[in-house]
């Protein structure tokens, strides 16, 4: 018999009323799903703009994920620890081929020294930083290029003078993050600012050359790490970097930055004094 067929009181169905009565009122309440689908939706429409344009980072990522991490540091020897091979970040900018720098004579750089599994690592890291800084920092400071032997080192090339661009996390100095300190006598200027999220951060103006040119700076410390993001000008440069306050600010409030940021400082990249020094 179909339950259409059934009377409207009859006991079988007050009794399946019954059960399912008390069934759900053990129940928690639904959660609100509306803000999980949106962040969802947006991020399948980023993927999928990735997906469109391109780039190095499928192809980065998959051969350095066929590598076997290290795991220790062994005193000062550069090692790292294990660690994934890099953040994902949503970008749909093409990757960047490193500036190469040439070591002097019987120099090697930390970076080579690094065993190759790391070295692919870092190198991963580094694409993916180049990428989000140059759609992040002014299109004045130029296509961002990592510089191949340093993590921490990038490259502006604007057609003109380039720029050096510094990304670096590494693990916090003991104690508490460095106050803002003006030193008039040397024309450096202190500004703290607030980061979207809260977090205490100072904006530094500097002369970085003979000629006075200004360089900014902007640091702040993110869970167990100290950040600090620059711009410089070249040695032969007379003006300042054409990055403002605001701009930098605006950089590092991006989701996109503090994706590196929170993955450089869960899988250090660095550390506290340099490479594999703790």
Aim: charged content about 25%.
């Amino acid at each position: 018999m179909h339950l259409t067929d059934a009377p409207a009181d009859s006991p079988e169905e007050r009794a399946l009323r019954g059960a399912m009565t008390e069934a759900t009122d053990t129940l928690p309440p639904l959660p609100d799903l509306v803000p999980t689908a949106v962040r969802l939706g947006r991020r399948r429409r980023a993927r999928a703009r990735a997906a469109k344009a391109g780039g190095v980072f499928g192809l980065v990522t998959a051969v350095a994920l066929g590598l076997t991490l290290l795991n220790s540091w062994r005193g000062d020897e550069p090692n790292l620890p294990a660690a994934p091979v890099g953040p994902t970040v949503t970008s749909t900018g093409p990757g960047r081929e490193p500036v190469h720098v040439e070591p002097r004579p019987g120099e090697t750089f930390p970076h080579a020294r690094l065993p190759e599994e790391q070295r692919a690592r870092l190198d991963a890291f580094q694409q993916q930083a180049a990428v989000v800084l140059d759609e992040l920092l002014p299109a004045a400071v130029g296509t961002i290029r990592p510089l191949d032997n340093d993590v921490r080192f990038y490259r502006g090339e604007p057609g003109g003078l380039p720029y050096s661009v510094q990304f670096s996390v590494r693990p916090a100095a003991d104690g508490d993050p460095d106050r803002c300190r003006d030193a008039a006598e040397k024309q450096v200027s202190c500004r703290p600012v607030e980061l979207v999220d809260g977090t205490s951060a100072r904006v530094t103006l500097a002369p970085s050359n003979a000629h006075g040119a200004l360089e900014i700076s902007l640091a702040f410390r993110h869970g167990g790490s100290d950040v600090l993001l620059s711009v410089t000008p070249d040695a032969a440069a007379t003006a300042a970097a054409p990055v403002s306050p605001t701009e930098l600010v605006g950089a590092a409030d991006d989701d996109r930055f503090m994706e590196l940021v929170r993955y450089a400082d869960e899988h250090p990249i660095l550390g506290k004094y340099g490479y594999g020094a703790s």
